[in-house]
């Protein structure tokens, strides 16, 4: 199964990625760290600094290049 971005562009893990952070509007950037069926875990870092991982579908996702 090939995974693709809200664009189609393939994401793979490794990735870096811009998302959406769930409840919010804003945009966050993190690494993809494991592909499932439905979508993608993500890296996350929040306001107060601490790590942890979300798990976003392809239409809440956008690779990062350059």
Wanted: charged share 25%; no cysteine; net charge positive.
């Amino acid at each position: 199964m090939k995974h693709t971005d809200f664009l189609g562009n393939p994401v793979a893990v490794g990735d870096m990625v811009a998302y959406v952070e769930p409840n919010y509007r804003s945009m966050a950037l993190g690494k993809v760290l494991a592909l499932t069926p439905q979508g993608f875990w993500v890296s996350r870092r929040d306001y107060r600094g601490e790590e942890g991982k979300t798990l976003r579908t392809r239409e809440y996702i956008s690779k990062v290049t350059g």
